[in-house]
Protein backbone atom coordinates (compact mmCIF):
# COMPACT_ATOMS: atom_id res chain seq x y z
CA UNK A 1 0.00 0.00 0.00
CA UNK A 2 0.99 3.80 -0.77
CA UNK A 3 -0.24 5.98 1.67
CA UNK A 4 -0.66 9.88 0.84
CA UNK A 5 -0.29 12.56 3.08
CA UNK A 6 -1.52 16.19 1.67
CA UNK A 7 -1.83 19.57 3.34
CA UNK A 8 -1.87 23.19 2.41
CA UNK A 9 -5.70 23.35 1.99
CA UNK A 10 -7.53 26.49 3.63
CA UNK A 11 -9.47 29.38 2.98
CA UNK A 12 -7.73 32.14 0.30
CA UNK A 13 -9.14 35.73 -1.15
CA UNK A 14 -9.57 35.88 -4.74
CA UNK A 15 -6.00 36.56 -6.60
CA UNK A 16 -4.06 35.02 -3.64
CA UNK A 17 -2.02 31.70 -3.23
CA UNK A 18 -1.69 28.98 -1.70
CA UNK A 19 0.65 26.27 -1.61
CA UNK A 20 -0.33 22.17 -1.36
CA UNK A 21 1.79 19.30 -0.71
CA UNK A 22 1.54 15.50 -1.13
CA UNK A 23 3.99 12.69 0.71
CA UNK A 24 3.97 9.51 0.06
CA UNK A 25 4.93 6.72 1.91
CA UNK A 26 4.99 3.13 1.27
CA UNK A 27 7.68 0.16 0.58
CA UNK A 28 8.14 -2.15 -2.45
CA UNK A 29 6.86 0.76 -4.78
CA UNK A 30 8.05 2.77 -7.70
CA UNK A 31 6.46 6.06 -7.73
CA UNK A 32 5.60 6.66 -11.51
CA UNK A 33 3.54 9.76 -11.20
CA UNK A 34 1.74 12.16 -8.85
CA UNK A 35 -0.87 14.59 -9.00
CA UNK A 36 -3.66 16.86 -8.27
CA UNK A 37 -7.19 16.40 -9.06
CA UNK A 38 -9.69 18.71 -7.99
CA UNK A 39 -13.69 17.79 -7.28
CA UNK A 40 -16.51 21.10 -6.22
CA UNK A 41 -19.60 20.70 -5.01
CA UNK A 42 -22.27 18.93 -7.37
CA UNK A 43 -19.40 17.73 -10.41
CA UNK A 44 -16.85 15.12 -11.15
CA UNK A 45 -13.30 14.71 -10.35
CA UNK A 46 -10.84 17.21 -12.46
CA UNK A 47 -7.12 16.93 -13.61
CA UNK A 48 -5.32 19.91 -12.11
CA UNK A 49 -2.09 18.84 -12.40
CA UNK A 50 0.35 15.65 -13.00
CA UNK A 51 3.72 15.18 -12.98
CA UNK A 52 5.36 11.95 -14.00
CA UNK A 53 8.78 10.18 -12.81
CA UNK A 54 10.60 11.34 -16.10
CA UNK A 55 9.95 15.31 -15.52
CA UNK A 56 6.80 15.64 -18.14
CA UNK A 57 3.95 18.10 -16.31
CA UNK A 58 0.31 18.24 -17.44
CA UNK A 59 -2.30 20.68 -17.11
CA UNK A 60 -6.38 21.23 -17.01
CA UNK A 61 -6.88 24.21 -19.02
CA UNK A 62 -8.21 26.16 -16.31
CA UNK A 63 -5.05 26.25 -14.34
CA UNK A 64 -2.74 26.47 -17.39
CA UNK A 65 -0.27 29.47 -16.00
CA UNK A 66 -1.79 29.86 -12.71
CA UNK A 67 -0.66 26.35 -10.81
CA UNK A 68 2.81 25.26 -10.91
CA UNK A 69 2.95 21.47 -9.95
CA UNK A 70 6.51 20.67 -8.76
CA UNK A 71 8.25 17.18 -7.03
CA UNK A 72 11.19 16.47 -4.85
CA UNK A 73 11.55 12.66 -5.50
CA UNK A 74 14.01 12.33 -2.90
CA UNK A 75 10.82 12.68 -0.41
CA UNK A 76 8.76 11.36 -2.05
CA UNK A 77 6.72 14.62 -2.52
CA UNK A 78 4.60 16.46 -4.95
CA UNK A 79 3.65 20.44 -4.28
CA UNK A 80 1.11 22.14 -6.26
CA UNK A 81 1.49 26.45 -6.20
CA UNK A 82 -1.75 28.00 -6.44
CA UNK A 83 -1.48 31.36 -7.27
CA UNK A 84 -3.92 33.97 -8.65
CA UNK A 85 -6.88 31.85 -7.21
CA UNK A 86 -10.29 32.48 -8.04
CA UNK A 87 -13.65 31.57 -6.42
CA UNK A 88 -14.44 29.21 -9.17
CA UNK A 89 -10.70 26.97 -7.79
CA UNK A 90 -13.19 25.83 -5.08
CA UNK A 91 -12.97 22.62 -4.67
CA UNK A 92 -11.68 19.60 -2.82
CA UNK A 93 -8.15 18.64 -3.80
CA UNK A 94 -7.33 15.10 -4.38
CA UNK A 95 -3.65 13.58 -4.49
CA UNK A 96 -2.94 10.98 -6.53
CA UNK A 97 -0.06 8.61 -6.78
CA UNK A 98 0.66 5.72 -9.62
CA UNK A 99 2.68 3.15 -8.36
CA UNK A 100 3.85 -0.05 -9.89
CA UNK A 101 5.36 -3.03 -8.02
CA UNK A 102 5.68 -6.19 -9.31
CA UNK A 103 4.83 -5.28 -12.67
CA UNK A 104 1.62 -4.06 -11.52
CA UNK A 105 0.97 0.11 -11.07
CA UNK A 106 -1.90 0.63 -9.20
CA UNK A 107 -3.42 4.14 -8.22
CA UNK A 108 -3.81 5.50 -4.85
CA UNK A 109 -5.36 8.88 -3.44
CA UNK A 110 -5.39 10.95 -0.76
CA UNK A 111 -7.80 12.13 1.54
CA UNK A 112 -8.86 15.56 0.17
CA UNK A 113 -7.70 19.07 1.21
CA UNK A 114 -10.10 22.02 0.79
CA UNK A 115 -9.59 24.75 -1.23
CA UNK A 116 -11.92 27.74 -0.53
CA UNK A 117 -11.16 30.88 -2.56
CA UNK A 118 -13.59 33.67 -0.91
CA UNK A 119 -13.88 37.25 0.10
Known amino acids: QVQLVESGGGLVQPGGSLRLSCAAS????????MGWYCQAPGKGRELVAT???????NYGDSVKGRFTISGDSAKSTVYLQMNSLKPEDTAVYYC?????????????WGQGTQVTVSS
Open 26 to 33: GSGFSIKA
Open 96 to 108: NALASRGGVTYSY
Open 51 to 57: STSDGST
